[in-house]
């Protein structure tokens, strides 16, 4: 299985961006997100930061799509 090795490091990768992509959403919608633990945030807080992740990923492929 010499795949193996590369496909972890292209999950790490995207586990890398999608975490830096929340805490720039976090920190757009104003929720205070914070590497590790983040059990003190609200049900409604933490499902504005993926819902908005959501729209915002929507948004950039409609983009990519359309040409912009």
């Known amino acids: 299985m010499a795949n193996y090795s590369s496909n972890s490091k292209t999950k790490g990768e995207a586990k890398s961006a999608l975490d830096k992509f929340k805490m720039e959403v976090a920190s757009e ?4 997100l914070k590497e590790g633990y983040n059990g003190d945030l609200t049900a409604a807080e933490a499902g504005s930061v993926g819902g908005n992740m959501v729209k915002k990923m929507i948004q950039r492929q409609e983009e990519q799509m ?3």
Do not use: E, L
């Open 29 to 32: 919608i104003g929720v205070n």
């Open 66 to 68: 359309s040409g912009k």
